[in-house]
């Protein structure tokens, strides 16, 4: 089925805008918070809503990554370790969006999307942070697996690859907080095309509301990465993460209510 182009969905641009502010500014993926949005206030389908809010938040995070490019606060040595195992993860996470009945999808959004928020509230709440400009390679290399598994998250969910990676960088991988953030960023962008790309070949993208989020949070991602040195990281992560917990118990009690 086609949408034709109009005005319908503008409201849909102030919103992208301040979303793209904070997941940038944060190292969350916007496409946590679109998603929801789209299925729930749009009433679109779950596959179009999390096709729709990764296609959204590729605009934002390559935006993003690109700023952070030029500021130099990405890790490219750390970033081109992970990317090999992210898109593997990728291609079964496809497999997976692609196959499984809709409300056994829904189910395992509100599943990951829930134990995903647990995890970065849990990271905002320690008071260790990383220290290093580079990440310790070695540490990453055995903790490949995560990058992988984050990989199929973000591709059947619509988030995963930088709500995961984010602490692994910091945590595991010894990066200071910003930088960390800004490598997540620029691997989730990576992951987020391939996903984007056979989305769109599978007409699952609805453009008529991308033409409206795309613009929002490609300018949201340069404020935000802008405004991130000036915006205090734990309480982002911590009010994020609240946000997305809900949204994960929601999606778990439509998807076992209605499989």
Known sequence: MTHSLGWEYWYVFPLAVVVAITANASGFSGGVLFQPFFNFAIGLPIHQSIA??????????????CRYLSMDRIDRNAARLLLPAVLIGVGFGL?????????????????????????????????????RDDADLGALRRHS???????????????????????LLEYGGGLRTKRA???????????????????????????????????????????????????????????FGLCVLGIGVVYIGMGAARP
């Open 52 to 65: 729709t809010g990764v296609a959204t938040e590729t605009v934002g995070m390559s935006s993003g990554a």
């Open 95 to 131: 497999y997976v969006f692609l196959l499984v009945p809709r409300g056994v999808l829904r189910l395992i959004v509100g599943v990951v999307v829930a134990a995903v928020a647990v995890g970065q509230l849990y990271n905002a709440g320690r008071r260790r942070v990383g220290v």
């Open 145 to 167: 697996w995560v990058a992988a598994l984050a990989g199929s998250f973000s591709a059947c969910t619509g988030t995963g690859v930088a709500e995961m990676h984010q602490p």
């Open 181 to 239: 953030n800004a490598t997540a960023i620029f691997v989730e962008a990576v992951a987020d095309w391939a996903i984007t790309c056979v989305n769109l070949s599978v007409g699952n993208l609805r453009l008529d509301i991308l033409v409206f989020s795309a613009p929002g949070v490609l300018i949201g991602a340069q404020l935000g990465a802008l405004l991130s040195p000036y915006l205090p990281d734990r309480l982002l992560k911590s009010v």
